[in-house]
T-cell receptor
Framework: GENVEQHPSTLSVQEGDSAVIKCTYS??????FPWYKQELGKRPQLIID?????GEKKDQRIAVTLNKTAKHFSLHITETQPEDSAVYFC???????????FGKGMKLTVNP | KAGVTQTPRYLIKTRGQQVTLSCSPI?????VSWYQQTPGQGLQFLFE???????NKGNFPGRFSGRQFSNSRSEMNVSTLELGDSALYLC?????????????FGQGTRLTVV
């Protein structure tokens, strides 16, 4: 079955710096890659997603890139702010199913 | 538009008991998935339901079961509870499988087994 690896597991940056989270997946049939942000005690919320027919997608300070050949995708956050502090999860799924396979998560701390 | 609603929010049960958790999806959403979240294992897929049918099941023992009703509401049941079942149980709803649309999560049910 699908396996998603995520690294690093923790990252601490200064406000205004950039942060990059990398994920790899194993199943070449996966074609949907969402990223979720989970603040302490809250539900996971989708922040951006990318489908396998697209190489890059950007939404304001957040961008995601996908390399299907290498089976990895990354989340880039620019101009980080303290409110970006949270746990970020990457996930992968295949068309025809809503089953998401998640990475283990990365705790991002943005220091003011 | 109301979000995904899970009840109850918190539960404390004793080993050996059983528990039923409920999930009401966003209006119009017909697909419901369940996940177990623990500090050690992260978010792990339990099952996926659409049109009252289980479409997918994760690698959990048979003590974990679920169902979906005609109004798309879903329940999951855990029998013969073990200490290791303590976790946050999250459900997510989406329009339909195959549409590859955003999955919206509920606030979760925090289950503690003592």
């Amino acid at each position: 079955g699908e396996n998603v690896e995520q690294h690093p597991s923790t990252l601490s940056v200064q406000e205004g710096d950039s942060a990059v989270i990398k994920c790899t997946y194993s199943d070449s049939a996966s074609n949907y890659f969402p990223w979720y942000k989970q603040e302490l005690g809250k539900r996971p919320q989708l922040i951006i997603d990318i489908r396998s027919n697209v190489g890059e997608k950007k939404d304001q300070r957040i961008a995601v890139t996908l390399n299907k050949t290498a089976k990895h995708f990354s989340l880039h956050i620019t101009e980080t702010q303290p409110e970006d502090s949270a746990v970020y999860f990457c996930a992968a799924s295949q068309g025809g199913s809503e089953k998401l396979v998640f990475g283990k998560g990365m705790k991002l701390t943005v220091n003011p | 538009k109301a979000g995904v609603t899970q009840t109850p929010r918190y539960l404390i049960k004793t080993r050996g008991q059983q528990v039923t958790l409920s999930c009401s999806p966003i209006s119009g959403h017909r697909s419901v998935s369940w996940y177990q979240q623990t500090p050690g294992q992260g978010l792990q897929f339990l099952f996926e339901y659409f049109s009252e049918t289980q479409r997918n099941k994760g690698n959990f023992p048979g003590r974990f079961s679920g169902r979906q009703f005609s109004n798309s509401r879903s329940e999951m049941n855990v029998s013969t509870l073990e200490l290791g079942d303590s976790a946050l149980y999250l459900c997510a709803s989406s329009l339909a499988p195959g549409a590859v649309t955003e999955a919206f999560f509920g606030q979760g049910t925090r289950l503690t087994v003592v």
